[in-house]
């Protein structure tokens, strides 16, 4: 295992168009970690207010991915596999206050992709009633999930939320795919969709089924949001026309900022907790990737409103259609 114990203090340039607030933000990486063993690439998605990090870990030489789980101290579990894994694909996605351990797997028979629930040592299935597929992203701390499926027909892909098993799916209107990365413990969603063009855009959901879009800085070419925490502050990262993909952070979407590990062209910023640490990934020179825990210090920027600002539409809950299932590495 290694880890390289930093301080790196960024002041964060706000993207044009964007507040003032935005350049009051600064990311202090702590460390940077790699999951133990030789040709691993390590892909941290979620991080819980205990400081505990849940990812995944691909095999470079044969790409099977597992998930990991790294606790506050640093120690990493085994590698973990869904027992109904016959496709070489486990993935850590989501991680709340109690250990509950969100993610998906593939089925070798057929490529199609189910959720499961992780308790201790004890795995749940966790698939959405009628669909093809399921992949559950994010878990807040009532057990609440939210992700992606792909419904009966095999082809339409749309977000869904569950809250207290009560399932509700939506999706972006005009998009070919919706995907939902995160839901916070008032319900508020943070995700990403394709459009007709398949250019990724980031979106908010509210508690009460309000739609934010598109959220991207100025000349992006993709944007993902992956993370919000119960402030609702949100990470993601954007691709530039340089073709430069850089972290994201916000506070509300007119404040939006950007953050690259130094040295790197690709970093993504993948979860944050209620104290403002965030993991992710950066990729270095030889395509290693590389872990992140980090942490936004806001220098004085009030705590954010939960309200969204204008741009919104109301939820739909009809799909728009899609071939296959996209779920970017994250």
């Not at 301080?7 to 790699?34: C, K």
């Not at 085994?78 to 250990?99: K, S, Y």
């Not at 509700?168 to 459009?195: E, H, K, M």
């Not at 825990?293 to 539409?313: E, F, I, Q, R, W």
Request: charged share 15%; glycine share 12%.
């Amino acid at each position: 295992m290694r880890v390289r114990h930093l301080i790196i203090t960024t002041v964060l340039a706000g993207l044009p168009l964007f507040g003032n607030a935005a350049a009051a933000a600064r990311i202090e990486v702590i460390e940077t970690f790699d999951f133990p063993g030789v040709g691993k690439l390590t892909e941290p998605q979620k991080i819980n207010d205990r400081g505990d990090i849940v990812g995944t870990v691909i095999d470079a030489a044969t790409g099977v991915s597992k998930g990991f789980y790294r606790s506050r101290n640093g120690q990493f579990s085994r590698p973990f596999v869904e027992p109904n894994d016959t496709g070489g694909l486990t993935n850590g996605r989501g991680i709340n206050n109690a250990r509950v351990i969100c993610g998906n797997y593939t089925d070798g028979s057929d490529g199609r992709s189910h959720g499961y629930l992780l308790a201790g040592h004890v795995f749940t299935s966790f698939d959405v009633p009628d669909a093809s597929e399921t992949l559950p992203f994010g878990i807040n701390n009532a057990g609440d999930v939210a992700g992606t499926l792909v419904a009966s027909d095999g082809v339409t892909q749309s977000a869904f939320l569950s809250v207290g098993g009560a399932v509700t799916i939506f999706a972006i209107p005009d998009a070919a795919a919706t995907l939902a990365y995160q839901v916070n413990d008032s319900n508020q969603t943070a995700g990403f969709y394709f459009d007709a063009d398949s250019v990724t855009h980031g979106f908010l959901r509210a508690s009460d089924g309000t739609l934010t879009y598109p959220i991207e800085p100025e000349g992006a070419t993709a944007t993902a949001l992956f993370g919000n925490n119960d402030s609702n502050w949100v990470v993601g990262r954007y691709t530039d026309a340089a073709g430069v993909t850089h972290g994201l952070f916000f506070v509300t979407p007119d404040e939006l900022v950007t953050f690259d590990y130094p040295g790197s062209t690709f970093t993504s910023l993948n979860g944050i907790n209620a104290q403002g640490y965030i993991t992710g990934r950066y990729v270095d020179a030889d395509g290693g990737e590389h872990g992140i825990l980090a942490k936004v210090h806001l220098d004085g920027t009030s705590k954010p409103s939960n309200a969204l600002p204008a741009k919104v539409t109301k939820p739909v809950l009809s799909s728009p259609t899609r071939s296959g299932i996209g779920a970017p590495a994250m």
